[in-house]
């Protein structure tokens, strides 16, 4: 079954076309990083999927209904590059992370369960304007991956982040694909974090290039670091 699946996606933003008759599918418990330079289209594409940014023409389904904002809002989880939040609004994180699991139908782990998987557990009564950078990121990936989804969608997922922070979103993710069946698209710009037998898409032109990474990769002049 398909997860989420574009069929001749069309998208013209301020009379330029992003996107131009773009198809994609992802199996149902697949694991995709989306590629491609800044500039590309990747966030448009999600933002697409998500209606953030309306579709000149084309289709999408998400497991094979059409989009829609309930089955949005029911099976995907979204974590935006650029999370709109104000930093000087008085809330702690675990606060934070328990709003976020309030709107869950369900959450597997408690808060403080939650924040451990992340290495976090030790800011969890901080206010979001203590935390640095890459606290901050850590907290709003560990918000976007709280509940219980079927997909997952992380747009830019390692910014701010070191080395060891993004080998543990590595490990977490991976266990929540192989253990829990999550369908899980992870966008990104660096290709050393892709290993060479992941699924890959690359976004070239406002069209988008299937299969696994060192083929779509080499194709397109990159390497695997």
């Keep these: 079954m398909k ?15 992003i996107l131009k008759n773009t198809d ?16 590309s ?13 309306p579709i000149t023409k084309g289709s999408i389904s998400i497991f094979n209904e059409p989009v829609s904002q309930k089955n949005i809002s029911s099976r995907i989880s979204y974590l935006a590059q650029y999370p709109k939040l104000d930093r000087d609004f ?9 709003l976020a699991c309030s709107t869950q139908k369900h959450c597997p782990l408690s808060i403080e369960e939650h924040l451990q ?19 901050l990121q850590k907290v709003l990936i560990a918000r976007a991956l709280i509940g219980d989804k079927d997909i997952l969608i992380l747009d830019e997922p390692f910014n701010n982040l070191d080395h060891r922070s993004e080998e543990r979103l ?3 993710l991976k266990e929540m694909h192989n253990e829990q069946g999550k369908t899980i698209l992870i966008v990104t710009h660096d290709q050393s974090i892709v290993n060479k037998d992941n699924d890959c898409l690359m976004l ?11 083929k779509v990769l080499a194709e397109h002049k990159l390497e695997i670091i």
């Design 90 to 98: 008085p809330i702690s994180v675990s606060e934070l992370i328990n």
């Design 41 to 53: 289209g990747k966030t448009t594409l999600i933002k697409s999927i998500l209606q953030l940014v």
């Design 3 to 17: 997860a989420i699946e574009l069929k001749g996606i069309t998208v013209v933003l301020n009379h330029r076309t």
């Design 117 to 135: 998987r992340f290495d976090a557990l030790e800011i969890k009564d901080k206010k979001l304007e203590q935390l640095s950078g890459g606290q």
């Design 204 to 214: 070239a032109h406002g069209h988008l290039h299937a299969g696994k990474a060192e």
């Design 170 to 172: 590595i490990q977490i």
């Design 24 to 39: 994609m599918a992802l199996e149902k418990g697949s694991l995709t990083y989306l590629m491609g330079s800044n500039g």
